[in-house]
Each structure stands twice: as structure tokens, then as C-alpha cells.
Nanobody, 120 residues
Framework: VQLQASGGGLVQTGGSLRLSCVAS????????MGWFRQAPGKEREVVAT????????YYADSVKGRFTISRDNAKNTVYLQMNSLKPEDTAVYYC??????????????WGQGTQVTVSS
């Protein structure tokens, strides 16, 4: 599975961005998807995840109420809508895919990352 993330950029505090991640896999709908981020000097952390069907979502406490993950299985795409951005959201954002044949859930496939910078 190849993942191509896009949509990052420079935005002011309080602004919005929408990240997109397109998957090459034709069975995209069978994969759970997630967005992760890594800030300089910090470990990678999960931001949000979404189940195969799109019905189940998870958000890190730090982004609840501000970020929304969604997916369009017809377009092989997962999105991360980011509102009310804060400087602490600055990081490289990665999308990842968890194959259905691995339990427990494990994100085996990763995109190249897209930089999000929030200026104060």
C-alpha cells in the first residue's frame, strides 16, 4: 500500500488546514486509517484514527473538538480537518494504514509526511 499525504503548510494560530491522504490500495475500505504527528525532539504520537467502515473514530485529547478525521472509500482517501490550530500542533503529519489481517491493530504502512507549521 502506498500512501500520499498532502495539505500541510504554514498557518496562523486559530487557522485551519485539511490534510488528505490517498492510498494506492484498491481494497482501501478494508484498512483502518490513522493520522500521526511528530514534532522536533518529540516522539511520534497518534492524532486520530478511523475504522474501516468510518463508524469508529479516536482522537487524542489534545485535538478533541478541533480536529475531525473522515474517509471517502470511493476515493481511497482519508482526511484530517484541523481547526483552531495552535503552535503546539506544529509537526510533520503522517497518515498510516492498518491491514485487516493483522490483529491486534497495527499500522504497517506509512505515508511520507506533510509539514504543518502554526505561527503564533
Amino acid at each position: 500500500v502506498q500512501l500520499q499525504a498532502s495539505g500541510g503548510g504554514l498557518v496562523q494560530t486559530g487557522g485551519s488546514l485539511r490534510l488528505s491522504c490517498v492510498a494506492s490500495e484498491r481494497t482501501f475500505s478494508s484498512y483502518a486509517m490513522g493520522w500521526f504527528r511528530q514534532a522536533p525532539g518529540k516522539e511520534r504520537e497518534v492524532v486520530a484514527t478511523i475504522a474501516r467502515s468510518g463508524g469508529g473514530t479516536y482522537y487524542a485529547d489534545s485535538v478533541k473538538g478541533r480536529f475531525t478525521i473522515s474517509r471517502d472509500n470511493a476515493k481511497n482517501t482519508v482526511y484530517l480537518q484541523m481547526n483552531s490550530l495552535k503552535p503546539e500542533d506544529t509537526a510533520v503529519y503522517y497518515c498510516a494504514a492498518a491491514p485487516p489481517w493483522v490483529t491486534p491493530l497495527r499500522y504497517d504502512y506509512w505515508g511520507q509526511g506533510t509539514q504543518v507549521t502554526v505561527s503564533s
